[in-house]
């Protein structure tokens, strides 16, 4: 199957993605991972002024086929999440990169920006993955 790669934010090799807004980043999934999950039917976010370390956990996203972590791709504090989601979760499927960002985290060390893929690194881990 073809993905969906947006060229304007970060992969971890975890599949999730960053946006880099000022001194924030947007957190999502990307579109292999929601493919690989299904119909999303939960999202449980972290809570606003928690503070998330660079690949540790801090968010589940539940599909009918199964429950994953969601890893923060930066160390920082999360300053929103996206309300939107527990209403409707089915938007991780049908939007990955836009409306269904997960929340936003303000750096604490912009550098970590480096551990992270661009869009075409991110294509030849998955390609490689899959070998």
Known sequence: MDYKFDPTVRYGKTHEWARVEGDEVVVGISDYAQDALS????????????????GEPCAVVESVKAAEDVY???TGEVVAVNEALADTPELVN??????AWFFRVKMADP????NLMD????????ES???
């Open 111 to 114: 550098s970590e920006l480096d």
């Open 129 to 131: 993955e899959a070998h």
């Open 72 to 74: 923060s791709p930066v």
């Open 119 to 126: 869009a075409e690194a991110y294509k030849a881990y998955l």
């Open 94 to 99: 049908e939007d990955p990169y836009g409306k």
């Open 39 to 54: 119909d999303v039917v939960y999202v449980e976010l972290p809570e606003v002024g928690t503070t998330v370390k660079q």
